[in-house]
């Protein structure tokens, strides 16, 4: 299926696979076609923007056929919304993209942004914003309920076309209009999500600033006075000097200052513990709007973990018996173990075998290069960097001198300390299994007083080995227990 999104500042097509809890984009493409540009002053859709996205809308019909897409649904925005000539565009819009629009209110924009956000996000809790061309919506989000949401006039080109360019003016506006913004006043100490592409491109920007070893958006997230800080040198300074400018589009370097803008007053007036980047919005949103309420509730890292191991793993079963026997082992160490801890072993184990494909040499490497990039929801990036070193221990082996010190500065002693563990029970595993099911849940490994032992049955007795055996041992070094192999029934 596919979504088009008739926006303020972009039309953008995103084709999906299907209709799963985390959907995977098959193709993604965007035009800057500036609708919403003057449309606050003039009223009117300019007619060289009207041209460019008619177009743009033409060659997503194409596309679309091409993909032999089954289902589309298109979008519009502020812009068609506010413009007197927006029903003109619409009816113009529908003949090129060859189906009908859906033209949805502000609080219906708000809603969606929040739906995908907690699409996105496991258990999101906080404010979501989405910054667009021709508005701002806000709407809370609290697990799986929705705050009311509200829709302002404050879009990049809004902003800019409101106030003449003048960022100054533009403060005043915006503090004005967030005076009765009633999602911010339950912001404190809680999380912001911040979705649109302007905030996405100054992430990226702060990215490259810092120097971040992840060059993943989604759950990308920075404490409030580092937004602050930053926000301050983009409003003062010309976006050509920033450092990697020529990562954003030169249609929207113009919209920075503005979107740091809303951030630093955000951030002044809201509080937030923490403002993190969400890639998923009103699309996604869409799409997990169409889900049963049972899908719904499903978690969107496992699903997508799941999605992954059947689609790369040699036998993806044996994925989910890895779980069942790393839980017995768990529960035999009284490792305690935190629900989000929980849920990370559940992914690894479901990813563990996905780079079986690549030399024995790089199949760490390109585990861990496929993990730490791929378009996952659902998990922040302590947690990513977590899933990427226990499948690249599971390989390479368990020195952290091998770790790159780029990766272990997203994560925690405690989680290299389990990731360890994880990745040297799954060495036991694989050794034992030969990655096929059926096998672990024969072949318990559990701590016993002082002893770890793994019982191998009768008719897998002859598996017992000297490499074996110092797998058991450098996992039971980890756990502090005596390694024992025993004969089962």
């Known amino acids: 299926m596919a979504i088009v999104d008739i926006g303020s500042n972009s039309v953008r097509l995103v084709a999906y696979e299907g209709m799963t809890r985390a959907p995977t984009p098959i193709f993604n493409e965007k035009v800057l076609c500036g609708l919403g540009r003057s449309v606050t002053t003039t009223k009117r859709l300019r007619d060289d923007a009207v041209e460019k996205a008619l177009r743009a809308l033409a060659r997503f019909r194409v596309l679309c056929g091409l993909m032999q897409v089954g289902s589309v649904h298109v979008l519009a925005t502020a812009a068609a919304r506010d413009a007197e000539n927006g029903p003109d ?8 993209i060859g189906h009908p629009i859906e033209l949805i209110s502000g609080s219906r924009e708000a809603q969606l942004s929040a739906l995908g956000v907690m699409s996105g996000f496991h258990d999101a809790d906080g404010v979501v ?3 667009g061309g021709g508005s701002l919506e806000l709407i809370d989000v609290r697990g799986f309920e929705l705050g009311k949401g509200v829709s302002l006039p404050l879009g990049g ?3 800019q076309d409101t106030t003449g360019g003048n960022i100054r003016k533009a403060s005043k506006v915006v503090r004005d209009a967030f005076a009765g913004a009633e999602p911010l006043e339950r912001l404190k100490g809680r999380t912001f999500y911040a979705v649109g592409g302007t905030w996405r491109a100054l992430a990226r920007l702060h990215m490259t600033q810092k120097g971040y070893p992840l060059h993943v958006m989604h759950g990308y997230t920075v404490a409030p006075r580092d937004v602050t800080d930053f926000a301050k040198i ?7 000097t920033l450092e990697s400018i020529e990562a954003v589009s030169a249609a929207r370097r113009p919209l920075l200052g503005y979107g740091a803008l809303l951030l630093e007053e955000i951030i002044r007036k809201g509080k937030p513990r923490k403002v993190v980047i969400s890639a998923q919005g009103v699309r996604e949103g869409l799409l997990y709007e169409k889900l049963s309420n049972e899908e719904r509730r499903m978690d969107p890292l496992l699903s997508a973990a799941r999605e992954l191991n059947l689609l ?4 993806p079963m044996h994925g989910e018996e890895l779980i069942g026997w790393t839980d017995k082992l768990v529960a035999s160490l009284h490792l305690d173990e935190t629900g989000e801890e929980r849920r990370l072993r559940h992914a690894a184990c479901l990813l563990a075998d996905i780079g079986w494909r690549a030399h024995p040499d790089y199949r760490g490497e390109q585990g861990l290069n496929i993990i730490a990039h791929a378009a996952f929801v659902g998990v922040d990036h302590p947690g990513r960097a977590f899933l990427a070193l226990s499948v690249f221990f599971r390989h390479v082996g368990l020195s952290v001198d091998d770790i790159s010190p780029r990766i272990r500065e997203l ?10 563990i994880l990745g040297g029970a799954m060495r036991v595993a694989y050794l034992v299994s030969a990655a096929m099911p059926g096998v672990l849940p024969r072949a318990p490994i559990a701590g016993h007083g002082g002893k770890l032992v793994l019982t191998l049955p009768g008719d897998l007795a002859a598996l017992a080995s000297d ?6 041992k450098q996992l039971a070094r980890l756990v502090g227990r005596e390694p024992v192999i025993q004969n089962g029934k």
């Open 411 to 420: 994560v925690t002693t405690r989680m290299i300390d389990r990731a360890r």
């Open 157 to 159: 080109l809004a902003l």
């Open 89 to 96: 565009f619409l009816a113009r819009a529908e003949a090129a």
């Open 312 to 315: 790369r793993s040699r036998a």
């Open 234 to 240: 983009v409003e003062r300074v010309d976006a050509e």
């Open 467 to 472: 490499r074996l055996f110092n797998r058991v």
């Open 129 to 131: 914003g989405d910054m």
